[in-house]
């Protein structure tokens, strides 16, 4: 099969590898129908994930067909259309039972897929704890509307739950990229007073407008302004998708006193918190990866149309042009913000 592979630091190349077989039978096999090119992926290529091993194949969003399950699967069977969760979780160790399935103590456990496993931008991929990391998708529901379930938007599921968001908050999220937009996308089902979304793009902010006419789109520069207009002197709750020093700094600097910070952003280097400046705000700091314990929800949710995440596929690419696709990616030209595979 075809398998977009990890390298070295700076290659990705395209190889034909054997397809996988059930090592566990704990295991499914899924024939990807739809696969998506992730800014993590690019963090692997320039070596800014440590644990990513040179060989394995990238990729850890996807959607496809069971085609193998091991004897212990009970939650799919041969046939079933199915999202794949970014993380593989054993469900029974001291951190799955609690729901922070990202910290799965199983050698396969977390984030796996793509990493330290083979992933999903190839034909077939084999996924360790099929009952937990796979989620059928509903009758009605497109590759498409269904792609992101897994890993972005479960990401901006996420950090709007552990934000603490409730109805009537005011909520700020850094950065309209991918993960941005998805958290944007879940915080109106919390009722907020206000989504507000700052985005130093100008296509960017001009596709979040667009896509959630509701919020308050500005600019970096915007901020303060907008900031002295708040009650209680800033946002209630921030979510940090940005993944930029600038972008941390305005974190904790727009948000009101005693709120809770989200780092749903992935850095690729350390960031400084200015503790003497500011003391006295009393923030609550949480980081992620996401604990992707959601996806059946998530799924129930875009089946009712109240979540759609399609619009973010600006491109579309053979798996074969894999290399076409990523520099694009990379290039961020053409109005890009996510890139499906179809192999």
């Not at 739809?34 to 990729?59: E, F, Q, Y």
């Not at 922070?100 to 496993?117: E, F, H, M």
């Not at 059928?136 to 603490?164: C, M, N, Q």
């Not at 600006?314 to 595979?341: M, W």
Request: aromatic residues 6%; proline residues 5%.
């Amino acid at each position: 099969m075809l398998a977009y592979t990890y390298i070295k630091k700076g290659e990705f190349r395209l190889e034909e590898k054997q397809k996988p077989h059930i090592l566990s039978s704990r295991d499914a096999v899924v024939r990807v129908t739809l696969a998506s090119i992730c800014t993590s992926d690019l963090h692997i290529k320039r070596g800014a994930v440590p644990r990513a091993v040179p060989g394995i194949t990238v990729g850890h969003e996807m959607v496809g067909v069971v085609e193998e399950v091991g004897s212990a699967v009970h939650n799919v069977s041969i046939g079933d259309r199915v999202c794949v969760n970014v993380e593989t979780f054993c469900g029974e160790c001291w951190f799955c039972r609690r729901g922070y399935v990202n910290n799965c103590t199983d050698k396969d456990g977390g984030w796996a897929l793509g990493c330290r496993i083979d992933g999903g931008q190839a034909e077939y991929v084999r996924v360790p704890f099929a009952d937990t990391g796979l989620t059928k998708i509903p009758d009605g529901v497109s590759d498409e509307r269904a792609l992101f379930t897994g890993d972005i938007l479960a990401t901006g599921y996420w950090a709007v739950k552990i934000a603490e968001a409730e109805q009537g908050d005011s909520i700020l999220v850094i950065g309209a990229g991918p993960v941005g937009l998805c958290a944007a996308a879940c915080a109106r089902l919390k009722n907020p007073s206000k989504i507000i979304i700052c985005e130093k793009s100008a296509a960017r902010r001009a596709f979040a407008k667009r896509y959630i006419p509701e919020a308050e789109v500005v600019s970096p520069e915007d901020m303060p302004e907008l900031i002295k207009n708040l009650p209680r002197g800033g946002a209630d709750c921030v979510l940090e998708c940005g993944g930029t020093v600038q972008s941390f700094q305005a974190a904790w600097k727009y948000a009101r006193p005693n709120a809770v910070v989200v780092i749903a952003a992935l850095y690729e280097e350390a960031m400084l918190l200015p503790l003497p400046d500011m003391y006295g705000k009393n923030l609550t700091f949480k980081t992620g990866g996401v604990d992707g314990c959601d996806c059946a929800e998530i799924l129930r949710l875009i089946s009712e149309d109240k979540i759609d995440l399609s619009p973010l596929i600006t491109h579309t690419f053979p798996l074969s042009e894999a290399d076409a696709a990523y520099s694009l990616f990379e290039s961020g030209k053409d109005g890009v913000l996510k890139i499906a595979l179809r192999p």
